[in-house]
């Protein structure tokens, strides 16, 4: 993928995110290490899986703390996953409840 496929894809993914219900946004992390690097910029809360596709994804977020956490989860990790699959990429992700707002 190059860096232009990499980004479209970072915030495909983000978008998505942020799409579902309960999602109120993605987490960077305490020191905005959860990420995907881009030239200039970065989508904070996704990591992409790595180039030689081992690892998985990862999506980072804050949940709604009166949403059902599981069906939220459930539905974040489904809206990943198609976007991946749309961009030919793995659906290998991994969902990360890191706060409750």
């Given at each position: 993928m190059t860096p232009g496929d990499l980004a479209g894809l970072a915030d495909d993914l983000a978008a998505a995110v942020l799409a579902v219900p309960g999602v109120v946004r993605l987490n960077g992390g305490a020191l905005g290490e959860i990420g995907t690097y881009l030239p200039g910029r970065r989508v904070a809360g996704i990591r992409l899986a790595d180039p030689d596709r081992t690892g998985p994804t990862e999506v980072?977020?804050?949940?709604?703390?009166?949403?059902?956490?599981?069906?939220?989860a459930e539905a974040v990790h489904l809206a990943a996953a198609a976007r991946l699959t749309a961009a030919g990429a793995p659906a290998d992700v991994r969902v990360?409840?890191?706060d409750l707002a």
């Open positions: 980072h977020v804050v949940l709604r703390a009166d949403a059902p956490l599981r069906e939220v990360h409840v890191d």
